[in-house]
């Protein structure tokens, strides 16, 4: 479950139904102990992901090794299982854009935030797993697919992917592409785990990642294809705003159980290494 | 890369532009004010053309950061009422952009709103707000145990004052109010009752508190923010001797408050 400081009480009342936390890395790198001390509780009920928004992989900016070097010091500290960020740009020189913003996708660029992440891994003493972006705006200079994109990075940095099953269907209905053939093309054993979250349909028909909303039944299906295809693997929901109580959101966690529950984990890998 | 980082400055010039406030309350993309180069680059399907698209971001680009100066500075808000919050936090996110630390980015609301505001009521608003921001955020010294109060002359271990204890000086008693806004309780139309006074905000655990107190004992703990406490102690009998009298009460009620931190072995 993401974890969220507005649910820190309930959630360390009764985790029960969660399986392991994931916390947005930044909010704990600073020096005020009351993040800290809760960030030790719950490292004390259950196991805490490292998830980044910051790292600037298609930057063209220095990457910010002492901010990873912190993230990987947080990451022993606690125990992480592994830390994960975006694949996308956030700053250019002293402007911050505190968004995940996107690139066209071409080969250079692709190589380019490969060599990046693969620093950053050197860094790191825990996999480090890359999110796909969901985005607003593609561009007539893309020579790949976004998935041909986003494999050539993890490829070539030999790191991990963090799938964000929401993101594929936000920008697959933003830019007219068929998500099934985004699943069709991702390397199951490489995913660290999956991220579910609600979004949001402007009027005019664009839809935002606003992690506001309940997951919507077209991300639940796609959600069962990706259990079909490469399952079993982590899950968690992300929730940022208009935030229910806690309760509401084990719920979905559980929503996720009974989603998948129908559906034979990896059965597609399976038959695909049987022919 | 560098093709890509004149695309990224595009993108930035676009995005961070301001928005527009055509009535208060509601913030508009102007439209045609993009880099034509960039909007050449984006491909319009599904009908959403390229200037809705970075539009998108533009808008969240000032929604995040007023977003969250709203939740930095709820007692302005109430003061001045969202619709005029808005673009005067803008107004000042023009001014001062987004940093690597977005817990600083209200760092200059207030003394800003001092000079470009029309409310004062608002600009000791955002002081309180600011203060207590800083109270929750601030790194901690490690509490005097029993053994620590008995070396204190020894000179092996300092008392200062903790950085999470912020001093202030406001008019109206602000505080029951902002813990209303955060608990999400109904508040009262209107401003707090007037009380001239000092306050210090502390933190204990997780939990501020603000307290009045007597403008000496300000004066004192600003001194001691600046110095060791004997220096300051010095200073204050020089200054102001009948004061020295309250120092063991002052004392006390710093460690029930947990005021006080130690340097050192």
């Known amino acids: ?275 | 890369m560098n093709a890509l980082r004149d695309f990224q400055a595009r993108w930035r010039s676009s995005t961070s532009a301001p928005l527009r406030f055509p009535s208060p309350g509601r913030a508009e993309v102007p439209e045609g004010d993009y880099d034509g180069r960039l909007l050449s680059e984006i491909a319009e399907s599904r009908g959403v053309d390229a200037s809705a698209r970075l539009g998108a971001y533009r808008l969240q680009y000032w929604f995040r950061l007023v977003t969250l100066l709203q939740k930095d500075f709820p007692l302005v808000g109430h003061v001045l009422g969202w619709e005029d919050f808005n673009p005067l936090a803008s107004r000042y996110l023009l001014e001062h952009p987004a940093t690597e630390v977005l817990d600083r980015l209200g760092d200059s609301f207030p003394g800003w709103i001092r000079v470009h505001g029309t409310s004062s009521a608002a600009a000791e608003a955002a002081r309180v707000d600011l203060a207590w921001n800083q109270a929750f955020s601030a790194p901690e010294l490690r509490s005097p145990s029993a053994e620590d109060l008995g070396r204190l002359g020894s000179g092996e271990i300092g008392l200062r004052l903790q950085p999470a204890v912020r001093i202030l000086s406001a008019t109206r008693d602000w505080f029951p109010l902002r813990v209303s806004i955060l608990q999400e309780e109904p508040v009262p139309v209107g401003l707090p009752k007037p009380l001239r006074s000092a306050w210090t905000v502390s933190r204990t655990g997780s939990t501020l508190r603000a307290e009045p107190v007597d403008p000496l004992l300000a004066a004192f703990l600003r001194d001691l923010r600046r110095r060791p406490w004997m220096d300051a102690l010095e200073r204050l009998a020089g200054t102001h001797p009948e004061a020295t009298g309250s120092i063991p009460e002052w004392f006390a009620r710093g460690l029930a408050l947990g005021w006080w931190g130690v340097e050192g072995a």
């Open chain 1, 1 to 275: 479950m993401g974890l969220r400081p507005p649910h820190f009480a309930d959630a360390f009342g009764n985790p029960s139904g969660v399986d392991f936390f994931e916390v947005v890395a930044e909010n704990y790198l600073g020096t005020g102990p009351v993040p800290a001390a809760n960030l030790e509780t719950a490292r004390s009920l259950r196991p805490v992901a490292l998830h980044g928004v910051s790292l600037d992989l298609l930057g063209t900016d220095p990457l910010d090794l002492d901010h990873v070097r912190r993230v990987g010091a947080l990451a022993e500290r606690l125990g992480s299982p592994c830390f994960s960020d975006h694949l996308c740009w956030t700053r250019l020189d002293s402007w911050r854009s505190h968004d995940l913003l996107p690139t066209p996708f071409t080969e250079e660029i692709a190589d380019h935030a490969a060599a990046r992440a693969e620093i950053v891994q050197g860094l790191l003493s825990v996999p480090f797993g890359i999110e796909n972006l969901s985005s607003y705006a593609a561009f007539s200079g893309s020579t790949l697919t976004e998935w041909e994109f986003y494999r050539r990075v993890v490829d070539g940095a030999r790191v991990w992917r963090m799938l964000d099953i929401n993101n594929i269907f936000v920008s697959a209905r933003n830019h007219d592409f068929d998500p099934r053939d985004y699943l069709e093309s991702v390397d199951w054993d490489r995913v660290l785990y999956v991220h579910l979250a609600g979004h949001h349909i402007r009027p005019d028909g664009l839809r935002i990642d606003t992690h506001d909303a309940p997951v919507c039944e077209e991300v639940w299906d796609l959600y069962q294809d990706a259990w079909t295809l490469g399952g079993p693997f982590p899950t968690v929901i992300e929730w940022d705003d208009n935030l229910p109580s806690w309760a509401r959101l084990v719920e979905e966690a559980t929503s996720a159980r009974r989603h998948r529950g129908s559906v034979l984990p990896g059965v597609a890998r399976i038959a695909s290494v049987a022919a």
